[in-house]
């Protein structure tokens, strides 16, 4: 029988788990984003704190991440097989 993902929440406004390669994680405005998945993967678009540009957040355990609003704190969702 196979066995199932054991599922890690990560914070997505972490440079821990997350990558931008134009801005910092902190010059993010994290009320403002949507999702894509061009490419195959997930990402985001945050807009930056001056509302004048958006940038490209990347999960940085994988390419195909979940996400999770929780209390108003974004998470990825991560799976793990052991």
Not at 16 to 43: P, Q, V
Not at 60 to 80: G, I, K, N, S, Y
Request: aromatic letters at 10%; hydrophobic letters at 40%; proline letters at 5%.
């Amino acid at each position: 029988m196979p066995k199932l993902p054991t599922i890690h929440r990560r914070r997505v406004n972490s440079p821990r788990n997350s990558i931008c390669g134009s801005a910092t994680l902190a010059e993010l405005d994290w009320s403002h984003w949507f999702t894509d998945t061009t490419g195959g993967g997930l990402y985001l678009h945050v807009r930056s704190l001056d509302a004048e540009t958006w940038h490209r957040v990347y999960c940085r355990q994988t390419a195909a991440p979940r996400l999770r609003l929780l209390d108003d704190v974004l998470f990825w969702l991560v799976d793990e097989v052991a």
